[in-house]
């Protein structure tokens, strides 16, 4: 069956997803940017605690990866009042999910950051920073599912403008709070508010959908809907909760090299999350056309949707990145003067040419498996390589061999590459085309 969403393209879908990733990212940069006025501590305080936060994210992906996969087979099979069950029910066990972690982090944030070995410089700002922004996993949680509804109907443009109403809001909140003298906790209440007015829009512009009956559609049960879900949810969440597992670890061993390999991991990160923006783009708008023709039945379009998206997108971040490294050094010199900082800049923006061509390949592949129902087969091959990194990358290198911070950077991206090998040579084998069986 051919929707009326399926007739948009990778091209179509590109512009708004990464609009919206940049947007947010930039937003980060700019957090940076502000806090690094206070000084380098701070800055390292909110990169090691965003280290750890991102372990509350993939876990609320639980739910919203597995119903961004369903609602985009029923958008594509027709099925709109099915994805708008979905809908609901979503929110029911992501609100509930992400209350929880609301509550956990606030009261409990000294204790995590004690337990993952948080530099002593900059630990009182760690733990303002984390207790707050915690508190608006919530809202996050919501936004979550709601964003993925918008774009299984093929509305990116919305999450997009949801997502520039917020941060317009994080960075004034961020000017108003910093100037007096908030630092740290400032950015952290910008951000909760900030969360709070994105979920707003984005809960209105879901509304805004209009959904006719159709009479031959047969509603699935809450208990079919929430199988679905969770089929896909579970492991995908898996596999990303265990790469931020990792990734804390990474973020302990980093700690241990010194303050100035901590501020760096910071600063650099959030460089490097501005070429990720490209890799969402791609990864989500493949996911999205992989759904619709999954909920179609058009096989050879749905293989061959995510080999078009990392050829075209691996091509794109490679340029993208050789652009950058001869530019990365006084972008970095805006924001601190530190000259140990500022030696990371140019040779961990190379090491990052073979991270980015993994990365791209790693989330194509390994969402497209996701969202045509083969959630397993990247969750198992995060499980043997993730421990490859941290221990021959960051242990091994970094701090046995003397490598620091290079270590780190290095076993990340030969983590990345193996990775990317791998989702691709199981997306060929075509095994997940039993669903079309279903």
Not at 55 to 84: D, E, P, Q, T
Not at 154 to 181: C, D, I, R, W, Y
Not at 378 to 402: C, D, E, N
Request: glycine share 8%.
């Amino acid at each position: 069956m051919l929707t009326k969403e399926k007739k948009q393209t990778l091209l179509s879908l590109l512009p708004p997803i990464f609009l919206e990733a940049f947007l947010v990212t930039l937003v980060g940069v700019i957090d940076t940017v502000m806090v690094s006025a206070v000084s380098d501590n701070a800055v390292g305080a909110v990169g090691a605690s965003n280290g750890n936060l991102y372990i509350v994210n993939m876990a609320l992906a639980i739910v919203s990866v597995g119903a961004a996969a369903v609602m985009s087979r029923f958008v594509g099979a027709g099925k709109r009042r099915n994805a708008v069950r979905t809908l609901g029910i979503s929110c029911l066990l992501n609100a509930a999910l992400g209350l929880v972690f609301s509550l956990v982090l606030f009261f409990f944030s000294e204790t995590i950051l004690t337990v993952v070995g948080t530099a002593p410089e900059i630990f009182a700002d760690a733990v303002d920073y984390t207790r707050y922004v915690g508190l608006s996993s919530v809202f996050l949680a919501l936004n979550y599912v709601f964003s993925a509804y918008l774009r299984a109907f093929g509305k990116p443009k919305l999450t997009f403008l949801s997502a520039t109403f917020g941060n317009v809001v994080n960075v004034v909140l961020n000017a108003v709070f910093l100037s007096f003298g908030f630092g740290a906790l400032g950015i952290a209440l910008a951000t909760l508010i900030a969360r709070v007015v994105t979920l707003g829009f984005s809960i209105a512009f879901a509304l805004s959908i209009r959904i006719e009956k159709n009479e031959s559609e047969v509603l699935q049960t809450p208990k079919e809907v929430i199988r679905s879900i969770l089929v896909i949810g579970v492991p995908a969440a898996a596999e990303s909760i265990m790469w931020t597992v990792w990734n804390a670890v990474n973020i302990h061993f980093i700690n241990g090299m010194g303050y100035i390999a901590v501020n760096a991991y910071g600063y650099l990160s959030q460089m490097a999350s501005m070429l990720s923006c490209l890799i969402t783009a791609f990864t989500e708008a493949s996911a999205i056309l992989v759904g619709w023709n999954v909920g179609a039945g058009d096989k050879e379009t749905t293989f061959e949707t995510p080999k078009r998206a990392f050829r075209s997108g691996t091509l794109v971040g490679l340029g993208v990145n050789v652009l950058l490294i001869p530019v990365i050094r006084p972008i970095l010199s805006l924001m601190t003067d530190d000259a140990a900082i500022l030696a990371y800049a140019v040779p961990i923006t190379a090491i990052q040419l073979v991270r980015l061509w993994g990365d791209f390949g790693n989330n194509v592949f390994g969402m497209a498996l996701k969202t045509a129902g083969d959630p397993q087969s990247p969750l198992l091959i995060g499980l043997f390589f993730m421990p490859f990194w941290v221990f021959a990358g960051t242990y091994l290198l970094g701090i046995v061999w003397g490598l620091g911070l290079y270590g780190y950077w290095i076993g990340a991206a030969l983590d990345e590459l193996c990775r990317c090998l791998l989702m691709r040579k199981v997306w060929h084998s075509r095994k997940y085309e039993k669903i079309f069986e279903k």
